[in-house]
């Protein structure tokens, strides 16, 4: 496996305990101070505090606060307590035209699995991608170069829903470089 999709699986963290826990809800790094995850089944509200968990180094637990919570798009925003700082953080793809290939990364039976597919076509918001692959929500999708593209939060007519990375960044107040330039016309 090339280094790129090692490091992007560095990215993943979840929120249940890896060393304890077989069923995962992946969390996705976005900055130094935050993450992202699909709203599960799990009753999680803003303003919430919890622990996230690395996947691949069980010894990294770190304690967040749920800054944002949108249901109707289906993700959770999580930003980091106490000043900690992720060592690794995403490369983010600002691209809108579909369609394209993809990565799906995705932990199933405890373990970390690739698949790829193709964005499809994208909403007319231009807040979510739909891919062609079967997946799971909290599954996170990168471009071929391994930049970060969204996670996917639901199935809708047998294809998934990715929320853009750029939605998500548009959510903390920053971005790549903090130029994400989408205003609340985005929305409308």
């Given at each position: 496996m090339e280094q790129r999709w090692k490091d992007a699986e560095k990215l993943i963290y979840t929120l249940s305990d890896p060393a304890t826990s077989s069923n995962?809800?992946?969390?996705?790094v976005l900055n130094e101070h935050h993450a992202a995850a699909y709203t599960t089944e799990k009753q999680i509200?803003?303003?919430?505090?919890?622990?996230i968990y690395n996947y691949l180094d069980k010894n990294i637990e770190v304690k967040?606060?749920?800054?944002?919570?949108d249901a109707n798009l289906g993700y959770l925003v999580f930003k980091t307590l106490n000043d900690y700082e992720f060592e690794v953080?995403?490369?983010v793809c600002e691209y809108g035209s579909v369609a394209r290939p993809y990565h799906q990364l995705a932990i199933n039976d405890g373990?970390?699995?690739w698949s790829t597919g193709a964005l499809v076509k994208t909403d007319k918001y231009h807040l979510k991608f739909f891919g062609n692959t079967d997946g799971m929500?909290?599954?996170?999708?990168?471009d071929k170069y391994a930049s970060f593209v969204g996670i996917v939060t639901k199935k809708e007519d047998g294809k998934i829903v990715i929320i853009k990375s750029e939605v998500l960044y548009y959510d903390?107040?920053?971005?790549?470089?903090?130029?994400?330039?989408?205003?609340e016309s985005d929305y409308i």
């Open positions: 995962h809800d992946c969390v996705v509200d803003e303003g919430q505090k919890m622990a967040v606060s749920v800054i944002y919570k953080v995403p490369e373990t970390i699995k929500c909290g599954d996170v999708i990168f903390i107040g920053s971005g790549p470089g903090d130029d994400v330039e989408l205003t």
